[in-house]
C-alpha cells in the first residue's frame, strides 16, 4: 500500500503533467490562431468608435445607502433599479426620478448580489448567510416597516456570490457560490433542481463568483470561478460542464453573455476582460490596459457589461476607473472615472437598462450613477 508521501508525490507529478500539456495546448491553440478580432477589424478597415466626454454623462447620482455598494441589477420591462450594499439593505429605486421606492432590511446584512425577477415584481438576493432570499415587492411592511420574506432558497455550503433569473421565468433562479457550484432552483417550492460541480470533475475548482444565463438560448448559462476558467453549462445536463474556457491567469470576478447569445465576456482579478467564442471555445480577443508610470500593478475588473449591439464592453475597476471599450478594435474611447461627477471609489458593479439607453454604476463610494447616451445610438 502507498505511503501518504508517495501518494503526494504522485500527485504533484500529475499536476505538473496537466499543466504542461495544458500549456503546450494553450501555444497549439495560438499557432493555428494566427489574428485576433482587433487586428482583423483593423485589416478589413474598420473605423474606431469616436467618444466625445458630453456624448455619456452622469444625468443622476442615487444616495441612500451608508455602506459600499456591491450588487445592482435593472427591471427587464421598468426604470427601475434594485441594489445591495454592505448596509445590510435592498434599495428599489426609480431611475428616471431617483426616488426610493422600497427600503428592504435584511436579516444577514452581509449581501453581495441581487437580482429583479423577469416581472419586475421580486428581487431575489444572496451573501455570507449562504442563502439566497426573495422578497414580493407587493407585500406589506410590518409595523418596523420590514418587508417579509416570501421564500429563502438554502443548500449551499458558502456564500452566495451572484444570482439571476432565467429570463422570462419567474419561478426558475440560478446561483453561483463560495462552494464552488452553481444551482438552478424552482422559487415556488424552494428546492433545487440541479447542481453544477461539486462532485462533478468537470466542475469548478474553487469558489464560483459569477453566473451568466444566455438570452436566446436559456438553457445554457456560463459561470466565471477563482479557479481562473470558465464553465458552460447545459441546465439538462447537470452531470457535466459542457466546455471549459482558459485564458484568465486570476479570479474570474464577471460573466456576461454577448448579444448574439454565442460569445461572452469576462472580467478577472488579472486586470483583463476577454472575449470568448461559446462554440469553438477559442479567445477572440483581450482587453487589457497598460499599468500607469508609477505602480506596476494593473487595477483589477470587478463587474462587465454590454452595449445592447454589442460594439461597446463597459468595464468597472478596482481603482474607480470605468473603461468603455470599442469591442471590435479593443480600444478605450472613454473612461468614466475622468468625466465630471464620477466615482470617488472603487467601481463594484455596473448594468444596462433594457433599452440601451442607460448604464448605472455602483461604488465602494456607497453611491449609484446613472449615465445616459446622448449620441451614438446606433453604435449603442
Not at 460542464?241 to 456576461?256: I, L, M, P, Q, W
Request: charged share 20%; glycine share 8%; hydrophobic share 35%.
Amino acid at each position: 500500500m502507498a505511503s501518504v508521501a508517495e501518494l503526494k508525490e504522485k500527485h504533484a507529478a500529475a499536476t505538473a503533467s496537466v499543466n504542461s500539456l495544458r500549456e503546450r495546448l494553450r501555444q497549439r491553440r495560438e499557432m493555428l490562431l494566427d489574428t485576433d478580432v482587433a487586428r482583423y477589424s483593423k485589416a478589413q478597415g474598420r473605423a474606431p468608435v469616436s467618444f466625445n466626454p458630453t456624448d455619456l454623462v452622469c444625468c443622476r447620482t442615487l444616495q441612500g445607502h451608508s455602506g459600499k455598494v456591491y450588487s445592482l441589477d435593472w427591471t427587464p420591462e421598468k426604470n427601475w433599479i434594485v441594489s445591495a450594499s454592505q448596509d445590510g439593505r435592498l434599495i428599489v429605486w426609480n431611475a428616471l426620478t431617483s426616488q426610493k421606492t422600497h427600503a428592504i432590511k435584511l436579516h444577514c446584512p452581509w449581501v453581495m448580489t441581487c437580482a429583479f425577477a423577469p416581472n419586475g415584481q421580486s428581487v431575489a438576493c444572496g451573501g455570507l448567510d449562504s442563502a439566497c432570499s426573495i422578497f414580493n415587492l407587493n407585500s406589506q411592511a410590518d409595523r418596523d416597516g420590514n418587508m417579509p420574506v416570501s421564500r429563502i432558497l438554502t443548500g449551499h455550503k458558502g456564500y452566495v456570490s451572484s444570482c439571476q433569473y432565467v429570463p422570462d421565468q419567474e419561478t426558475r433562479l440560478i446561483t453561483s457560490s463560495g462552494d464552488q457550484t452553481c444551482v438552478l432552483w424552482d422559487v415556488t417550492t424552494g428546492q433545487r433542481i440541479s447542481i453544477f460541480g461539486g462532485e462533478f470533475p468537470s466542475g469548478h475548482t474553487a469558489d464560483v463568483q459569477s453566473v451568466s444565463i444566455n438570452s436566446s438560448n436559456t438553457n445554457m448559462f456560463v459561470s466565471g470561478s477563482c479557479d481562473a476558467t470558465v464553465r458552460l453549462w447545459d441546465i439538462r445536463i447537470a452531470s457535466r460542464a459542457v466546455r471549459t474556457y482558459h485564458g484568465h491567469e486570476a479570479d474570474v470576478n464577471s460573466v456576461k453573455f454577448f448579444p448574439d447569445g454565442h460569445r461572452f465576456g469576462t472580467g478577472s482579478d488579472d486586470g483583463t476582460c476577454r472575449l470568448f467564442d461559446m462554440r469553438t471555445g477559442h479567445q477572440l480577443q483581450v482587453y487589457s490596459r497598460e499599468p500607469a508610470r508609477n505602480d506596476n500593478e494593473l487595477p483589477t475588473v470587478t463587474s462587465i457589461a454590454f452595449s445592447i449591439s454589442g460594439r461597446l464592453l463597459f468595464a468597472g475597476y478596482s481603482n474607480g476607473d470605468c473603461y468603455v471599450w470599442d469591442t471590435l478594435l479593443a480600444e478605450v474611447v472613454l473612461n468614466l472615472g475622468n468625466l465630471q461627477n464620477s466615482h470617488d471609489g472603487r467601481i463594484s458593479c455596473l448594468g444596462m437598462s433594457s433599452d440601451g439607453s442607460a448604464l448605472c454604476t455602483g461604488s465602494w463610494d456607497k453611491n449609484l450613477k446613472i449615465w445616459a447616451f446622448s449620441g451614438h445610438r446606433k453604435i449603442v
